[in-house]
């Protein structure tokens, strides 16, 4: 019985920390006024992201036609109008990072994680 109970136990535990890993998702740094119409990072989105945060917008994720909210804003200044990965938590529309990495492939698959995504 206490085999059992403690193979249960951990169980529960292991799903436990899987259920709160980070989630990754792929997408192209925009900003908050100009939204999706940066869908692909190009030279132009990068020069358009830049000067629209430097005029008061925020940084926003666009990934498969949805536009996430970012949050800490100072951990996408490098990547304005380019295609990233963002490994970080859901809530609601806004993504919380916890590393930003460039990218260079395209990556369809948003959100994914160890416990299997959403």
Known sequence: MTKRLTM??????????????????YGVVSDSMCGAKHSRASKAAEACVAKCVQGGSKYVLVSRGKVYQLDPQDKFSDYAGKRVKVEGTLSGDTITAETVSAVTSHHHATPSSGSGGM
């Open 8 to 25: 249960l136990v951990v169980a529960f535990l292991a799903f436990g920390c899987l259920a709160w890993s980070a989630n990754a998702f």
